[in-house]
């Protein structure tokens, strides 16, 4: 009988290491190579792309869904759209579509016009076609370049985290309609 406890007890110590606890009840910390984390190396990327805010026409890729309050500000406080922007290679909508932007914006600053943006960069074509980058930030959108985070991502694009640049490319004041170049780095496996 001792022999067997000599086997059986080292044996469960070594299988109830193997196995995950949850300690809070709800969460555990796991050995980041589970996820072959520790094999891959992490890369740095950058993407450079178009985003199309099309508020005009019979098929508009950005739609007010709560407007501003009658008594706005001439910031347009309180507004929100949602998008769903084309994403692509150079300014001209027709060229190569390499994305989209799916998402929100509104506006949440009193003082000038700052957007508060929540979007997926959900990616259609070539190596990272399935993947995404998700971007969470302000926009104050009169400064010439705006830099908001990069919080995450998916597929290729897995535990992605940078920050995004946005550069107002052209501006129709008429339609609202506007085309911003975007340089997106990101840190990812």
């Known amino acids: 009988m001792a022999t ?24 555990t910390t796991l050995d980041p190579s589970l996820m072959g984390l520790n094999l ?12 199309h805010d099309v508020m005009s026409g019979p098929h508009p890729s950005s739609i007010t869904i709560v407007p501003p309050p009658s008594n706005a500000s001439a910031t347009f406080f309180g507004l929100i ?12 909508p027709g060229s ?35 993947s995404g980058i998700t971007v969470l930030g302000r926009n104050p959108v009169f400064q010439k370049v705006r830099e908001m985070p990069v919080i995450g991502g998916c597929g290729l694009l897995r535990f992605a985290r ?23 780095y990101v840190l990812h496996y």
């Open 40 to 51: 891959r190396k992490e890369k740095l990327s950058h993407f450079r792309f178009y985003w």
């Open 4 to 27: 067997l406890d000599a086997i059986l007890f080292p044996l469960l110590l070594l299988l109830s290491s193997a196995i995950p606890t949850l300690a809070s009840g709800f969460a």
């Open 81 to 92: 759209n949602m998008i769903d922007n084309p994403l692509t290679v150079r300014p001209d």
């Open 96 to 130: 190569e579509l390499v994305g989209r932007a799916q998402g929100l914006y509104s506006s949440a600053s009193q003082e000038e016009v700052g957007l508060m943006m929540v979007m997926n960069f959900a990616f259609v074509s070539g190596k990272y076609n399935g």
């Open 162 to 184: 940078g920050y995004a640049q946005a550069t107002t490319h052209t501006f129709d004041p008429k339609t609202g309609n506007a085309v911003v170049e975007y340089n997106v």
